[in-house]
């Protein structure tokens, strides 16, 4: 139930509908929840609503750990 | 996102979690929250793999669908079968929850009524315009990851004066049964892995409390294999350090703070209530309700519903014990036997995040 998927905005309208992409498919959603949201932005997709956007340097930096630790093997 | 599943780096952080745990001389028992991390754990292999890096992973209370307690269920079957004219909506899994009058899929519903399947709940009022001759019932469940939704949606039949649309709520917040959990004294644990999208929208302030005055550990997470690891890593820190705190492990999604506007158009539209949950009894101020100038599409109000409280479990059914961590679902006799995905005899048997339904099928043959 409280599965959300990451995915990329293609589409805002003025009353805060549009579309995500999701793994290449286009889904309606819902961004009322999002204070600021641009098309490009990443976000989390959660029963038709956009419920947070995805921060990228938070992301990167997680990411830089991670693929270290794939070529170090150490933690 | 490869790296979060990446084999070498998920074997990176087992051995750094097989140090940690060993470090420390008692046993390791962690329970994960939310459902959808006992997916991630189950499917993954990680049970197993941390189980011999020494940490035990229980599951909790963290699914919608099994904790809502059969007599709102049945409410929900009320309504489908006694009133005509009807569309009860809701989501997908609510539909299959056994009760002692069947489950939404298996009722008849009465004269020109029908039950739908929604995705989101905006699709409940596209329903309600569409069909302006029948009553639109949303059969609402969730936790704080969708709650907000719920209450943009009675903002929106607010401000469109629906007059045939309502709400069954089985709204829930997470924080008050995990204290539950934690004062009945039953559940050996040392820490907690927190739903990542239930923080998304309330934040780390909620859980303080579990580490400043129960001493418990915990950390914050995603649903990939390495966020679990990684979460699990820092709870092991707390425990070695002594210093139990709520750390995030989701920060690319999770600010500290969560998402304040969600959480004003709850606290605008829903007011808490002491609320029954399936296998943990009543828990003070643990459920929402809309608030008394959104009562119009209250369904409970609206129907003049009367919904028991209880927390019961159909005869046999050991659900309730699940949800608590005190037994794994193998331990219920009803296990793969008389309860299955086809045939399920409990609501952890039907939910995509059910404990028994994930232990069904990645169980170890």
């Known amino acids: 139930m409280c599965l959300g998927i990451p995915a990329k905005v293609v589409q805002i309208d003025n009353f805060s509908q549009g579309k995500v992409d999701y793994l290449g498919t286009l889904v309606r959603s819902n961004f009322s929840l999002l204070e600021k949201v641009n098309v490009g932005d990443w976000v989390i997709l959660h029963a038709g609503f956009a419920i947070t956007r995805l921060d990228e340097e938070e992301a990167k930096e997680t990411l830089g750990l991670l693929r270290e630790m794939a070529k170090t093997g150490l933690p | 996102m490869n ?31 939310c459902g959808t991390h006992t997916m991630t754990i189950h499917k993954s292999g990680l049970k197993t793999m941390l189980e011999e890096a020494g940490v035990e992973m229980t599951s909790g209370p963290g699914c919608p669908v099994c904790i809502t307690p059969n007599e709102i269920h049945e409410a929900a079957l009320d309504l489908l079968t006694g009133r005509e004219n009807l569309i009860l ?3 997908g899994d609510m539909t299959r929850v056994p009760t002692r009058r069947g489950s939404l899929q298996t009722a008849v519903p009465a004269a020109n009524s029908l039950m739908k399947i929604v995705y989101s709940p905006d699709e409940s009022i596209d329903m309600a315009v569409r069909n302006p001759e029948k009553e639109v019932i949303f059969f609402g469940v969730g936790f704080e990851t969708t709650i907000p939704a719920v209450a943009l949606t009675a903002r929106k039949a607010s401000s469109l004066a629906l007059r045939n649309y309502s709400i069954l709520s089985a709204l829930w917040v997470i924080p008050p049964p995990l204290r539950a959990l934690v004062e009945s004294g039953k559940l050996k644990i040392s820490g907690f892995l927190y739903p990542g999208h239930v923080s998304v929208i309330i934040g780390q302030k909620p859980y303080l409390f579990l580490a400043e005055d129960y001493g418990i550990a915990g950390s914050i997470t995603g649903f990939e294999p390495a966020d679990i690891c990684l979460a699990i890593s820092s709870i092991l820190d707390q425990l070695i350090q002594g210093k139990p705190a709520v750390s995030i492990e989701y920060s690319r999604a999770v600010r500290p703070e969560g998402n304040p506007l969600a959480m004003s158009l709850m606290e605008e539209v829903l007011e808490p209530k002491d609320a029954f949950w399936r296998g943990l009894g009543l828990i003070p ?18 129907y003049g519903l009367k919904i028991k409280g209880g927390s019961g479990d159909l005869p046999g059914c050991r659900c309730g014990e699940v949800l608590r961590g005190i037994i794994s679902p193998p331990d219920c006799p009803l296990f793969g036997k008389k309860c299955s995905p086809d045939s399920p005899h409990g609501p952890c048997m039907v939910s995509y995040e059910g404990a028994c339904l994930i232990h069904f099928k990645y169980r170890v043959k």
């Not at chain 2, 101020?285 to 008394?292: D, F, H």
């Open chain 2, 3 to 33: 790296e979060y599943r990446d084999k070498k780096v998920i074997a990176a952080l087992l051995k750094d979690i097989q140090t940690k745990a060993r470090a420390l001389s008692l046993p390791v028992r962690l329970m994960e929250v």
């Open chain 2, 89 to 91: 909506a809701t989501f």
């Open chain 2, 285 to 302: 101020r643990s459920g929402l309700k809309l608030r008394t100038r959104y009562s119009a599409f209250d369904a409970e109000i609206k």
